[in-house]
Protein backbone atom coordinates (compact mmCIF):
# COMPACT_ATOMS: atom_id res chain seq x y z
CA UNK A 1 0.00 0.00 0.00
CA UNK A 2 1.47 3.73 -1.32
CA UNK A 3 1.80 5.73 1.37
CA UNK A 4 0.78 9.14 0.05
CA UNK A 5 1.43 11.25 2.94
CA UNK A 6 5.33 10.17 2.79
CA UNK A 7 4.84 10.51 -0.92
CA UNK A 8 3.91 14.43 -0.29
CA UNK A 9 6.55 15.05 2.35
CA UNK A 10 9.52 13.78 -0.29
CA UNK A 11 7.61 15.94 -3.13
CA UNK A 12 10.95 18.35 -3.94
CA UNK A 13 10.05 21.85 -3.44
CA UNK A 14 10.76 24.56 -5.47
CA UNK A 15 12.40 27.07 -3.03
CA UNK A 16 15.43 29.78 -3.29
CA UNK A 17 18.99 28.63 -2.60
CA UNK A 18 19.50 28.23 0.85
CA UNK A 19 22.34 29.94 2.10
CA UNK A 20 24.24 27.65 4.31
CA UNK A 21 25.10 28.26 7.68
CA UNK A 22 28.91 27.60 8.03
CA UNK A 23 28.74 24.03 10.42
CA UNK A 24 32.17 23.04 11.91
CA UNK A 25 32.87 19.18 12.81
CA UNK A 26 35.30 18.75 15.74
CA UNK A 27 38.46 18.23 13.51
CA UNK A 28 37.78 21.20 11.37
CA UNK A 29 37.48 23.11 14.41
CA UNK A 30 41.05 21.64 15.52
CA UNK A 31 42.89 21.66 12.02
CA UNK A 32 46.78 22.68 11.29
CA UNK A 33 46.91 23.38 8.08
CA UNK A 34 50.61 22.32 8.07
CA UNK A 35 49.85 19.03 8.76
CA UNK A 36 46.65 18.33 6.92
CA UNK A 37 45.92 14.74 5.88
CA UNK A 38 49.66 14.08 6.45
CA UNK A 39 49.13 10.11 6.16
CA UNK A 40 50.30 7.66 3.41
CA UNK A 41 47.01 7.77 1.00
CA UNK A 42 47.28 4.30 -0.31
CA UNK A 43 48.33 1.82 3.12
CA UNK A 44 47.91 -1.54 0.33
CA UNK A 45 50.93 -0.11 -1.94
CA UNK A 46 53.44 2.28 0.04
CA UNK A 47 56.89 3.00 0.03
CA UNK A 48 59.08 4.85 2.15
CA UNK A 49 59.90 7.03 -0.27
CA UNK A 50 57.36 10.00 -0.18
CA UNK A 51 56.36 13.08 0.33
CA UNK A 52 53.06 14.53 1.18
CA UNK A 53 52.16 17.97 -1.17
CA UNK A 54 48.72 18.60 1.26
CA UNK A 55 48.86 22.29 2.39
CA UNK A 56 48.69 25.66 1.01
CA UNK A 57 48.81 26.23 -3.00
CA UNK A 58 48.29 29.39 -4.88
CA UNK A 59 45.02 29.21 -6.76
CA UNK A 60 43.53 31.29 -9.50
CA UNK A 61 39.90 31.42 -11.21
CA UNK A 62 39.34 32.78 -14.76
CA UNK A 63 37.37 32.88 -17.38
CA UNK A 64 37.25 28.92 -19.57
CA UNK A 65 38.66 30.20 -23.25
CA UNK A 66 39.30 26.75 -24.35
CA UNK A 67 41.54 23.84 -23.61
CA UNK A 68 44.62 26.36 -24.37
CA UNK A 69 43.67 28.48 -21.77
CA UNK A 70 46.60 31.19 -21.07
CA UNK A 71 48.21 31.06 -17.50
CA UNK A 72 46.87 33.28 -14.98
CA UNK A 73 48.83 36.74 -14.90
CA UNK A 74 48.43 36.64 -11.31
CA UNK A 75 47.11 34.43 -8.40
CA UNK A 76 44.08 35.22 -5.90
CA UNK A 77 45.20 33.68 -2.82
CA UNK A 78 45.79 30.72 -1.36
CA UNK A 79 44.17 27.59 -0.91
CA UNK A 80 44.55 24.51 1.56
CA UNK A 81 44.90 21.52 -0.48
CA UNK A 82 42.98 18.98 -0.73
CA UNK A 83 40.01 20.90 -0.09
CA UNK A 84 37.83 21.78 -3.19
CA UNK A 85 37.54 25.96 -3.43
CA UNK A 86 33.75 25.54 -2.77
CA UNK A 87 34.73 23.45 1.06
CA UNK A 88 34.93 26.16 3.88
CA UNK A 89 38.31 24.35 5.26
CA UNK A 90 39.75 25.27 1.44
CA UNK A 91 39.30 29.09 2.52
CA UNK A 92 37.93 29.70 -0.58
CA UNK A 93 34.25 29.18 -0.58
CA UNK A 94 33.62 29.68 -4.37
CA UNK A 95 31.49 27.44 -6.35
CA UNK A 96 33.38 26.84 -9.84
CA UNK A 97 31.44 27.22 -12.80
CA UNK A 98 31.85 25.68 -16.08
CA UNK A 99 32.76 28.58 -17.92
CA UNK A 100 35.59 28.92 -15.36
CA UNK A 101 39.30 27.94 -14.99
CA UNK A 102 40.68 26.88 -11.78
CA UNK A 103 44.14 27.31 -11.33
CA UNK A 104 47.05 25.64 -8.52
CA UNK A 105 50.15 26.05 -7.85
CA UNK A 106 52.90 25.07 -5.80
CA UNK A 107 57.07 25.10 -5.28
CA UNK A 108 57.36 21.52 -4.48
CA UNK A 109 60.93 20.35 -3.23
CA UNK A 110 62.57 17.90 -5.21
CA UNK A 111 64.03 15.20 -3.50
CA UNK A 112 67.68 13.81 -5.02
CA UNK A 113 67.83 11.20 -7.51
CA UNK A 114 70.04 8.23 -8.16
CA UNK A 115 71.06 6.66 -11.87
CA UNK A 116 68.06 5.14 -13.02
CA UNK A 117 65.57 6.45 -10.27
CA UNK A 118 61.86 8.32 -11.02
CA UNK A 119 59.71 11.00 -9.49
CA UNK A 120 55.81 10.46 -9.86
CA UNK A 121 53.51 12.41 -8.99
CA UNK A 122 50.38 11.60 -7.57
CA UNK A 123 46.95 12.64 -7.45
CA UNK A 124 44.36 10.89 -5.64
CA UNK A 125 41.29 12.61 -7.40
CA UNK A 126 40.57 15.90 -9.21
CA UNK A 127 37.55 16.93 -10.68
CA UNK A 128 36.78 17.02 -13.56
CA UNK A 129 39.51 17.27 -15.99
CA UNK A 130 42.66 18.79 -15.61
CA UNK A 131 46.20 19.70 -16.90
CA UNK A 132 49.45 19.57 -15.20
CA UNK A 133 52.83 21.27 -15.69
CA UNK A 134 55.72 20.87 -14.12
CA UNK A 135 58.29 23.92 -14.32
CA UNK A 136 56.07 25.24 -17.82
CA UNK A 137 55.88 21.71 -19.40
CA UNK A 138 53.00 19.67 -19.58
CA UNK A 139 53.56 16.30 -18.23
CA UNK A 140 50.15 15.06 -18.48
CA UNK A 141 46.56 15.31 -18.53
CA UNK A 142 43.60 13.43 -16.83
CA UNK A 143 39.88 13.42 -17.18
CA UNK A 144 37.58 11.84 -14.80
CA UNK A 145 36.43 13.13 -11.08
CA UNK A 146 36.97 10.05 -8.42
CA UNK A 147 39.65 7.71 -8.98
CA UNK A 148 43.56 8.60 -8.71
CA UNK A 149 46.17 9.24 -11.37
CA UNK A 150 49.66 9.77 -11.64
CA UNK A 151 51.92 11.11 -13.65
CA UNK A 152 56.12 10.67 -14.11
CA UNK A 153 57.86 14.57 -14.16
CA UNK A 154 61.15 13.48 -14.36
CA UNK A 155 62.17 14.56 -17.49
CA UNK A 156 60.29 17.77 -17.07
CA UNK A 157 62.46 18.73 -13.86
CA UNK A 158 64.49 21.84 -14.53
CA UNK A 159 67.75 21.75 -13.05
CA UNK A 160 66.88 25.10 -10.82
CA UNK A 161 69.40 24.27 -7.26
CA UNK A 162 69.12 26.98 -4.78
CA UNK A 163 72.37 28.36 -3.11
CA UNK A 164 71.34 25.47 -0.52
CA UNK A 165 72.18 23.12 -3.46
CA UNK A 166 68.41 21.82 -2.67
CA UNK A 167 65.87 21.84 -6.03
CA UNK A 168 62.63 22.91 -6.70
CA UNK A 169 59.75 22.81 -9.14
CA UNK A 170 57.08 24.62 -9.93
CA UNK A 171 53.79 22.29 -9.93
CA UNK A 172 50.56 24.03 -11.63
CA UNK A 173 47.71 22.11 -12.21
CA UNK A 174 44.55 23.75 -15.08
CA UNK A 175 41.16 22.34 -14.30
CA UNK A 176 37.86 22.63 -15.80
CA UNK A 177 34.61 21.23 -14.49
CA UNK A 178 30.86 21.11 -16.11
CA UNK A 179 29.11 20.08 -13.01
CA UNK A 180 26.11 18.91 -13.45
CA UNK A 181 25.74 21.03 -16.95
CA UNK A 182 27.20 18.29 -18.14
CA UNK A 183 26.88 14.12 -18.45
CA UNK A 184 29.90 13.47 -16.84
CA UNK A 185 29.80 10.71 -13.57
CA UNK A 186 29.03 13.33 -10.32
CA UNK A 187 27.27 11.57 -8.43
CA UNK A 188 25.06 14.03 -5.77
CA UNK A 189 26.55 17.19 -7.02
CA UNK A 190 24.84 20.33 -8.24
CA UNK A 191 25.37 23.81 -9.28
CA UNK A 192 21.82 24.82 -7.49
CA UNK A 193 21.61 22.40 -4.40
CA UNK A 194 18.29 21.31 -2.92
CA UNK A 195 16.90 18.43 -1.22
CA UNK A 196 19.07 15.04 -1.93
CA UNK A 197 21.43 17.21 -4.49
CA UNK A 198 24.52 18.57 -2.75
CA UNK A 199 27.05 21.19 -3.27
CA UNK A 200 28.93 20.66 -6.61
CA UNK A 201 32.97 20.61 -6.06
CA UNK A 202 35.65 21.19 -8.51
CA UNK A 203 39.55 20.44 -8.70
CA UNK A 204 41.85 18.98 -5.99
CA UNK A 205 39.67 16.84 -3.69
CA UNK A 206 42.42 14.24 -2.06
CA UNK A 207 45.64 13.74 -0.75
CA UNK A 208 48.43 15.05 -3.97
CA UNK A 209 51.82 13.38 -2.90
CA UNK A 210 54.98 12.37 -4.88
CA UNK A 211 57.30 9.52 -4.15
CA UNK A 212 60.60 8.44 -5.33
CA UNK A 213 60.39 4.76 -7.45
CA UNK A 214 63.50 3.14 -9.04
CA UNK A 215 63.71 2.29 -12.81
CA UNK A 216 62.87 -1.00 -12.07
CA UNK A 217 59.65 -1.06 -9.96
CA UNK A 218 56.28 -2.67 -9.31
CA UNK A 219 53.34 -0.32 -11.33
CA UNK A 220 50.55 -1.83 -9.84
CA UNK A 221 49.10 -5.51 -7.67
CA UNK A 222 46.14 -7.65 -7.72
CA UNK A 223 46.00 -9.97 -4.42
CA UNK A 224 43.53 -12.77 -4.00
CA UNK A 225 43.86 -14.69 -0.67
CA UNK A 226 42.22 -17.65 -1.32
CA UNK A 227 41.35 -19.76 1.65
CA UNK A 228 40.23 -22.87 0.11
CA UNK A 229 44.04 -22.73 -1.69
CA UNK A 230 45.46 -21.85 1.72
CA UNK A 231 47.53 -19.16 -0.31
CA UNK A 232 47.36 -15.38 -1.41
CA UNK A 233 47.61 -15.13 -5.06
CA UNK A 234 49.67 -12.11 -6.25
CA UNK A 235 49.57 -10.61 -9.99
CA UNK A 236 52.10 -7.48 -10.23
CA UNK A 237 52.48 -5.60 -13.08
CA UNK A 238 56.11 -4.24 -13.13
CA UNK A 239 58.16 -1.51 -15.52
CA UNK A 240 61.04 -4.05 -16.20
CA UNK A 241 62.48 -7.67 -16.12
CA UNK A 242 63.75 -9.13 -12.53
CA UNK A 243 62.25 -10.87 -9.91
CA UNK A 244 59.90 -10.55 -7.18
CA UNK A 245 60.35 -11.56 -3.85
CA UNK A 246 57.09 -11.69 -1.26
CA UNK A 247 57.13 -12.36 2.37
CA UNK A 248 53.54 -12.77 4.21
CA UNK A 249 53.83 -11.93 8.02
CA UNK A 250 50.80 -12.52 10.34
CA UNK A 251 49.25 -10.22 12.56
CA UNK A 252 52.43 -10.60 14.96
CA UNK A 253 54.76 -9.78 12.51
CA UNK A 254 56.18 -13.46 12.13
CA UNK A 255 56.63 -15.16 8.40
CA UNK A 256 53.90 -17.11 7.34
CA UNK A 257 55.27 -17.51 4.02
CA UNK A 258 57.32 -16.74 0.83
CA UNK A 259 57.48 -16.86 -2.74
CA UNK A 260 59.32 -15.32 -5.51
CA UNK A 261 58.66 -14.99 -9.30
CA UNK A 262 60.42 -13.61 -12.36
CA UNK A 263 58.49 -11.37 -14.38
CA UNK A 264 57.62 -11.96 -18.10
CA UNK A 265 57.14 -9.60 -20.92
CA UNK A 266 53.67 -8.93 -21.97
CA UNK A 267 53.07 -6.37 -24.26
CA UNK A 268 54.22 -2.94 -23.44
CA UNK A 269 54.79 -4.34 -19.76
CA UNK A 270 55.97 -7.18 -17.18
CA UNK A 271 53.90 -9.21 -15.31
CA UNK A 272 54.79 -11.62 -12.00
CA UNK A 273 52.43 -13.90 -10.93
CA UNK A 274 53.53 -15.59 -6.99
CA UNK A 275 51.55 -17.67 -4.69
CA UNK A 276 52.63 -17.86 -1.31
CA UNK A 277 51.44 -20.79 0.88
CA UNK A 278 49.49 -20.13 4.37
CA UNK A 279 49.27 -23.03 6.53
CA UNK A 280 45.75 -22.96 8.67
CA UNK A 281 45.02 -19.30 7.36
CA UNK A 282 43.06 -17.21 10.00
CA UNK A 283 40.09 -15.57 8.21
CA UNK A 284 38.69 -12.30 8.50
CA UNK A 285 35.32 -11.20 9.60
CA UNK A 286 33.87 -7.73 12.02
CA UNK A 287 34.16 -9.61 14.96
CA UNK A 288 37.80 -11.13 14.00
CA UNK A 289 38.90 -8.39 11.17
CA UNK A 290 42.53 -10.16 10.88
CA UNK A 291 44.97 -9.01 8.24
CA UNK A 292 48.28 -10.38 6.75
CA UNK A 293 51.67 -7.84 5.97
CA UNK A 294 52.77 -8.02 2.48
CA UNK A 295 56.80 -6.68 2.23
CA UNK A 296 57.25 -6.94 -1.68
CA UNK A 297 60.67 -6.69 -3.08
CA UNK A 298 61.28 -6.52 -7.23
CA UNK A 299 64.79 -5.68 -8.51
CA UNK A 300 65.73 -6.44 -12.02
CA UNK A 301 68.41 -8.78 -13.13
CA UNK A 302 71.77 -6.61 -13.23
CA UNK A 303 71.16 -4.68 -9.75
CA UNK A 304 72.07 -6.32 -6.09
CA UNK A 305 68.68 -6.29 -3.75
CA UNK A 306 70.30 -2.97 -1.82
CA UNK A 307 68.78 -1.10 -4.56
CA UNK A 308 65.97 -2.74 -5.11
CA UNK A 309 62.08 -1.35 -4.71
CA UNK A 310 60.08 -2.23 -1.90
CA UNK A 311 56.27 -1.60 -1.46
CA UNK A 312 54.66 -2.79 1.76
CA UNK A 313 50.70 -3.97 1.29
CA UNK A 314 48.09 -6.06 3.50
CA UNK A 315 45.26 -8.89 2.57
CA UNK A 316 43.16 -11.16 4.38
CA UNK A 317 41.48 -14.29 4.01
CA UNK A 318 37.55 -14.66 3.37
CA UNK A 319 34.99 -15.36 1.21
CA UNK A 320 31.59 -13.49 0.32
CA UNK A 321 28.93 -14.80 -2.09
CA UNK A 322 25.36 -15.61 -2.12
CA UNK A 323 23.81 -19.12 -2.59
CA UNK A 324 20.67 -20.61 -1.41
CA UNK A 325 19.91 -21.88 2.33
CA UNK A 326 18.88 -25.32 3.14
CA UNK A 327 15.75 -24.01 2.72
CA UNK A 328 16.01 -22.98 -1.17
CA UNK A 329 16.16 -19.20 0.05
CA UNK A 330 19.08 -17.36 -0.84
CA UNK A 331 21.38 -15.82 1.41
CA UNK A 332 24.82 -13.64 2.35
CA UNK A 333 27.08 -15.82 2.99
CA UNK A 334 30.72 -14.68 4.82
CA UNK A 335 32.95 -17.47 5.45
CA UNK A 336 30.60 -20.08 4.62
CA UNK A 337 28.67 -19.02 7.46
CA UNK A 338 25.17 -16.97 6.73
CA UNK A 339 25.38 -13.20 7.52
CA UNK A 340 22.44 -10.83 7.87
CA UNK A 341 23.73 -7.87 6.18
CA UNK A 342 22.95 -4.64 8.66
CA UNK A 343 23.42 -1.72 6.50
CA UNK A 344 23.89 2.05 6.47
CA UNK A 345 24.24 4.60 3.60
CA UNK A 346 27.14 6.51 3.84
CA UNK A 347 27.30 9.69 1.05
CA UNK A 348 30.94 10.64 2.69
CA UNK A 349 29.89 14.62 3.08
CA UNK A 350 31.18 16.66 5.49
CA UNK A 351 29.69 19.78 6.51
CA UNK A 352 33.44 21.93 6.21
CA UNK A 353 35.02 19.95 4.07
CA UNK A 354 31.99 18.57 1.65
CA UNK A 355 33.35 15.28 -0.09
CA UNK A 356 36.47 15.17 1.75
CA UNK A 357 36.96 14.36 5.46
CA UNK A 358 38.53 17.04 7.21
CA UNK A 359 41.22 14.45 8.94
CA UNK A 360 41.86 10.95 9.20
CA UNK A 361 40.01 10.30 12.59
CA UNK A 362 36.80 11.82 11.30
CA UNK A 363 36.79 8.70 8.88
CA UNK A 364 37.45 6.28 11.86
CA UNK A 365 34.63 7.93 14.17
CA UNK A 366 32.09 7.69 10.99
CA UNK A 367 32.98 3.68 10.93
CA UNK A 368 32.73 3.19 14.35
CA UNK A 369 29.48 5.02 14.76
CA UNK A 370 28.19 2.89 12.59
CA UNK A 371 29.36 -0.23 14.59
CA UNK A 372 28.13 1.03 17.53
CA UNK A 373 24.77 1.78 15.91
CA UNK A 374 24.94 -1.80 15.66
CA UNK A 375 25.74 -1.54 11.85
CA UNK A 376 28.01 -4.41 10.26
CA UNK A 377 27.61 -2.89 6.65
CA UNK A 378 28.15 0.69 5.18
CA UNK A 379 26.76 1.11 1.56
CA UNK A 380 29.49 3.84 -0.08
CA UNK A 381 27.08 5.47 -2.11
CA UNK A 382 27.83 6.78 -5.30
CA UNK A 383 31.09 8.20 -4.32
CA UNK A 384 34.47 6.54 -4.67
CA UNK A 385 36.02 7.38 -0.54
CA UNK A 386 39.32 8.07 0.24
CA UNK A 387 41.33 4.88 0.12
CA UNK A 388 42.32 5.51 3.22
CA UNK A 389 38.41 5.20 4.69
CA UNK A 390 38.48 1.38 3.10
CA UNK A 391 42.25 0.84 5.12
CA UNK A 392 40.49 1.63 8.34
CA UNK A 393 37.13 -0.10 7.30
CA UNK A 394 39.86 -3.10 6.77
CA UNK A 395 41.05 -2.49 9.82
CA UNK A 396 38.13 -2.45 11.95
CA UNK A 397 36.07 -4.98 10.24
CA UNK A 398 33.52 -2.96 8.55
CA UNK A 399 31.62 -4.34 5.04
CA UNK A 400 31.28 -2.72 2.54
CA UNK A 401 28.57 -2.31 -0.41
CA UNK A 402 30.56 0.00 -2.67
CA UNK A 403 28.29 1.98 -5.49
CA UNK A 404 29.82 3.05 -9.05
CA UNK A 405 29.61 7.19 -9.12
CA UNK A 406 26.28 8.14 -11.07
CA UNK A 407 26.20 10.52 -14.04
CA UNK A 408 24.05 10.75 -17.48
CA UNK A 409 22.02 13.27 -18.64
CA UNK A 410 19.48 15.91 -16.03
CA UNK A 411 18.27 13.67 -13.80
CA UNK A 412 14.80 12.82 -15.13
CA UNK A 413 11.89 12.90 -11.84
CA UNK A 414 9.16 10.99 -14.38
CA UNK A 415 11.06 7.64 -15.27
CA UNK A 416 13.54 7.69 -12.64
CA UNK A 417 11.15 9.19 -9.44
CA UNK A 418 7.95 9.55 -9.92
CA UNK A 419 6.62 6.27 -12.00
CA UNK A 420 8.14 3.57 -9.95
CA UNK A 421 7.47 5.50 -6.80
CA UNK A 422 3.72 5.17 -7.94
CA UNK A 423 3.67 1.53 -9.69
CA UNK A 424 5.58 -0.81 -8.26
CA UNK A 425 4.84 -3.47 -10.90
CA UNK A 426 7.05 -1.63 -13.28
CA UNK A 427 10.12 -2.39 -11.01
CA UNK A 428 10.62 -5.51 -13.21
CA UNK A 429 8.79 -4.77 -16.35
CA UNK A 430 11.00 -1.61 -17.85
CA UNK A 431 14.15 -2.66 -20.21
CA UNK A 432 16.97 -0.57 -19.98
CA UNK A 433 18.46 -1.66 -23.51
CA UNK A 434 18.31 0.34 -26.80
CA UNK A 435 18.39 3.82 -27.65
CA UNK A 436 14.42 4.51 -26.87
CA UNK A 437 15.38 3.08 -22.79
CA UNK A 438 18.58 5.14 -22.77
CA UNK A 439 17.21 8.07 -23.01
CA UNK A 440 14.44 7.35 -20.17
CA UNK A 441 17.60 6.88 -17.80
CA UNK A 442 19.78 9.91 -19.21
CA UNK A 443 21.82 7.74 -20.64
CA UNK A 444 21.13 8.59 -24.04
CA UNK A 445 24.66 10.14 -24.76
CA UNK A 446 27.34 7.13 -25.74
CA UNK A 447 30.77 9.29 -24.20
CA UNK A 448 28.97 8.94 -21.17
CA UNK A 449 28.50 5.22 -21.21
CA UNK A 450 32.04 5.13 -22.32
CA UNK A 451 32.60 6.89 -19.18
CA UNK A 452 30.65 4.89 -16.91
CA UNK A 453 32.46 1.13 -18.06
CA UNK A 454 35.82 2.83 -17.68
CA UNK A 455 35.28 4.61 -14.23
CA UNK A 456 33.51 1.05 -13.59
CA UNK A 457 36.64 -0.96 -14.54
CA UNK A 458 39.15 1.59 -12.63
CA UNK A 459 36.90 1.45 -9.53
CA UNK A 460 37.15 -2.40 -9.38
CA UNK A 461 40.65 -2.14 -10.40
CA UNK A 462 41.61 0.06 -8.22
CA UNK A 463 39.93 -1.12 -4.46
CA UNK A 464 39.53 -4.96 -5.46
CA UNK A 465 42.31 -5.96 -2.87
CA UNK A 466 39.89 -4.12 0.14
CA UNK A 467 38.84 -7.28 1.78
CA UNK A 468 36.21 -4.77 3.86
CA UNK A 469 34.22 -4.65 0.20
CA UNK A 470 31.69 -7.31 0.17
CA UNK A 471 29.54 -6.35 -2.92
CA UNK A 472 29.81 -3.90 -6.28
CA UNK A 473 26.73 -1.78 -6.67
CA UNK A 474 25.86 -0.42 -10.30
CA UNK A 475 23.62 1.45 -11.15
CA UNK A 476 21.25 3.55 -8.64
CA UNK A 477 17.71 4.48 -8.97
CA UNK A 478 17.59 3.86 -12.35
CA UNK A 479 19.99 7.55 -13.43
CA UNK A 480 22.23 6.77 -16.32
CA UNK A 481 21.27 3.22 -16.24
CA UNK A 482 21.99 1.07 -19.21
CA UNK A 483 22.53 -2.34 -20.12
CA UNK A 484 22.43 -3.52 -16.71
CA UNK A 485 22.73 -7.47 -18.18
CA UNK A 486 25.71 -6.71 -19.77
CA UNK A 487 27.48 -4.27 -17.01
CA UNK A 488 26.98 -6.94 -14.71
CA UNK A 489 28.59 -9.71 -16.80
CA UNK A 490 31.48 -6.90 -17.34
CA UNK A 491 31.69 -6.20 -13.38
CA UNK A 492 32.30 -10.06 -13.02
CA UNK A 493 34.57 -10.43 -15.34
CA UNK A 494 37.08 -7.98 -13.61
CA UNK A 495 36.03 -9.87 -10.06
CA UNK A 496 34.39 -12.76 -10.06
CA UNK A 497 34.97 -13.08 -6.09
CA UNK A 498 32.24 -11.10 -4.95
CA UNK A 499 28.56 -10.50 -5.54
CA UNK A 500 26.74 -7.41 -7.37
CA UNK A 501 23.93 -5.79 -7.27
CA UNK A 502 23.22 -4.94 -10.36
CA UNK A 503 20.14 -2.57 -10.12
CA UNK A 504 19.67 -0.58 -6.59
CA UNK A 505 16.00 0.64 -6.02
CA UNK A 506 14.26 -0.43 -9.16
CA UNK A 507 14.17 -1.54 -13.02
CA UNK A 508 15.50 -5.15 -12.19
CA UNK A 509 16.86 -6.59 -15.39
CA UNK A 510 17.20 -10.02 -13.80
CA UNK A 511 20.45 -9.65 -13.36
CA UNK A 512 23.20 -9.71 -10.51
CA UNK A 513 22.69 -11.61 -6.86
CA UNK A 514 20.43 -9.15 -5.48
CA UNK A 515 17.01 -8.92 -5.78
CA UNK A 516 17.21 -5.00 -4.22
CA UNK A 517 14.59 -2.58 -4.08
CA UNK A 518 14.23 0.86 -2.06
CA UNK A 519 11.27 1.26 -0.07
CA UNK A 520 9.84 4.46 1.60
CA UNK A 521 6.20 4.39 0.60
CA UNK A 522 5.09 0.66 1.43
CA UNK A 523 4.84 -1.24 3.62
CA UNK A 524 8.44 -3.06 4.56
CA UNK A 525 8.17 -6.93 3.45
CA UNK A 526 9.68 -9.54 1.08
CA UNK A 527 9.03 -9.36 -2.74
CA UNK A 528 9.17 -12.08 -4.85
CA UNK A 529 12.12 -12.36 -7.31
CA UNK A 530 10.90 -12.07 -10.52
CA UNK A 531 13.87 -14.23 -11.78
CA UNK A 532 13.27 -17.81 -10.39
CA UNK A 533 13.45 -21.22 -10.83
CA UNK A 534 11.57 -24.52 -11.41
CA UNK A 535 12.81 -27.24 -8.36
CA UNK A 536 10.47 -30.48 -7.34
CA UNK A 537 8.52 -28.55 -4.82
CA UNK A 538 7.73 -25.30 -6.64
CA UNK A 539 9.43 -22.26 -7.49
CA UNK A 540 12.46 -20.66 -5.97
CA UNK A 541 14.39 -17.22 -5.85
CA UNK A 542 17.67 -17.11 -7.13
CA UNK A 543 18.68 -14.07 -5.77
CA UNK A 544 19.13 -12.95 -2.40
CA UNK A 545 16.21 -10.11 -1.43
CA UNK A 546 17.72 -6.95 0.13
CA UNK A 547 15.78 -3.54 0.80
CA UNK A 548 18.91 -1.60 -0.47
CA UNK A 549 17.05 2.00 0.91
CA UNK A 550 14.78 2.29 3.53
CA UNK A 551 13.73 4.74 6.37
CA UNK A 552 15.24 8.18 5.91
CA UNK A 553 13.01 9.29 9.23
CA UNK A 554 13.80 13.04 9.52
CA UNK A 555 14.85 14.67 12.90
CA UNK A 556 15.95 18.48 12.56
CA UNK A 557 18.29 20.05 15.32
CA UNK A 558 18.52 23.44 15.61
CA UNK A 559 22.29 24.90 15.75
CA UNK A 560 23.43 21.76 13.67
CA UNK A 561 22.06 22.11 10.25
CA UNK A 562 23.67 23.59 7.52
CA UNK A 563 20.09 25.03 6.12
CA UNK A 564 16.89 26.50 7.54
CA UNK A 565 14.92 24.20 5.31
CA UNK A 566 14.81 20.48 6.29
CA UNK A 567 14.26 17.38 3.77
CA UNK A 568 13.41 14.05 4.52
CA UNK A 569 9.94 11.48 4.35
CA UNK A 570 8.38 11.79 7.95
CA UNK A 571 9.21 14.21 10.24
CA UNK A 572 9.45 14.16 14.13
CA UNK A 573 9.19 17.04 16.30
CA UNK A 574 10.74 15.45 19.20
CA UNK A 575 13.71 13.09 19.83
CA UNK A 576 11.21 10.59 21.54
CA UNK A 577 9.33 10.04 18.67
CA UNK A 578 11.50 10.18 15.97
CA UNK A 579 13.50 7.43 17.92
CA UNK A 580 10.53 5.29 18.35
CA UNK A 581 9.90 5.18 14.57
CA UNK A 582 13.57 4.26 13.95
CA UNK A 583 13.16 1.11 16.00
CA UNK A 584 10.21 -0.05 14.73
CA UNK A 585 11.61 0.11 11.06
CA UNK A 586 15.01 -1.77 12.11
CA UNK A 587 13.00 -4.39 14.02
CA UNK A 588 10.89 -4.89 11.35
CA UNK A 589 13.94 -5.37 9.49
CA UNK A 590 15.12 -8.61 11.88
CA UNK A 591 11.66 -10.08 11.63
CA UNK A 592 12.02 -9.88 7.47
CA UNK A 593 14.83 -11.86 7.71
CA UNK A 594 13.30 -15.00 8.39
CA UNK A 595 10.92 -14.21 5.36
CA UNK A 596 13.54 -14.35 3.26
CA UNK A 597 15.64 -10.47 3.50
CA UNK A 598 19.03 -11.05 2.90
CA UNK A 599 20.58 -7.34 3.49
CA UNK A 600 18.91 -3.71 4.46
CA UNK A 601 20.55 -0.26 4.13
CA UNK A 602 18.84 2.20 6.53
CA UNK A 603 18.77 6.39 5.24
CA UNK A 604 21.20 7.56 6.63
CA UNK A 605 24.16 7.59 8.75
CA UNK A 606 24.47 11.75 8.80
CA UNK A 607 22.70 14.59 7.72
CA UNK A 608 23.72 16.30 4.63
CA UNK A 609 22.60 20.13 3.82
CA UNK A 610 18.81 20.26 3.36
CA UNK A 611 18.40 16.34 4.25
CA UNK A 612 18.37 15.98 8.15
CA UNK A 613 17.25 11.95 8.16
CA UNK A 614 20.94 11.38 9.38
CA UNK A 615 21.62 9.31 12.52
CA UNK A 616 24.23 12.04 13.42
CA UNK A 617 24.36 15.58 12.23
CA UNK A 618 26.15 16.60 9.81
CA UNK A 619 28.73 18.56 11.86
CA UNK A 620 29.17 14.69 14.05
CA UNK A 621 28.27 16.82 17.29
CA UNK A 622 25.13 15.01 17.77
CA UNK A 623 24.49 10.84 17.76
CA UNK A 624 20.08 11.40 17.33
CA UNK A 625 20.14 8.04 19.27
CA UNK A 626 21.94 8.62 21.90
CA UNK A 627 19.64 11.86 22.39
CA UNK A 628 16.26 9.66 21.49
CA UNK A 629 17.97 7.31 24.52
CA UNK A 630 18.25 9.97 27.06
CA UNK A 631 14.34 10.77 26.94
CA UNK A 632 13.35 7.46 26.93
Not at 561 to 588: H, K, P, R
Request: proline share 5%; charged share 25%.
Amino acid sequence: MLDFKRVLAAKPREHDVQKKVKLTTPWGEQLDSSAVLQEHPTPQFARASWQNLNGYWDYAITRAAGADDALPSSFDGKILVPFSPEAPLSGVEHIVQPDETLWYRRTVDVPKLNDGERLLLHFQAVDYRCTCFVDGQIVGSHTGGYLPFCFDITDALAENEDASNSRKAEVMLRVTDPSDTGTQLRGKQKLVPSDIWYTAQSGIWQTVWCEVVHAAHVVSLQIDADPKRKGIALHAELSAAGTLHVEAHDSEGVCAGMALAHAEEMGDTFVAEAFVQIENPHLWSPDDPYLYTLQLMFADDESPLTSADRVSSYTAFRTCEVHADEKGVPRFYLNGEQLLLKGVLDQGYWSDGLMTAPADEALVFDIQSARQLGFNMMRKHIKIESERWYYHCDRLGMLVWQDMVSGGGTYGKWYTSQLPTLFKDLWTRLSDEGPAHYAHFAAEDPVYRGEWRNACEGTIRTLRNHPCIVTWVLFNEAWGQFDARAMTDFARSLDATRPVDSTSGWYDQRAGDYFSVHNYFRELEVYPDPLREKTDDGDRPKRAFAISEFGGLTRYIPGHSSCEIAYGYDSYETSAAWFEALTTQLATMEVLEEQGLAAYVYTQLTDIEEETNGLLTYDRRINKVHEGLSVQ
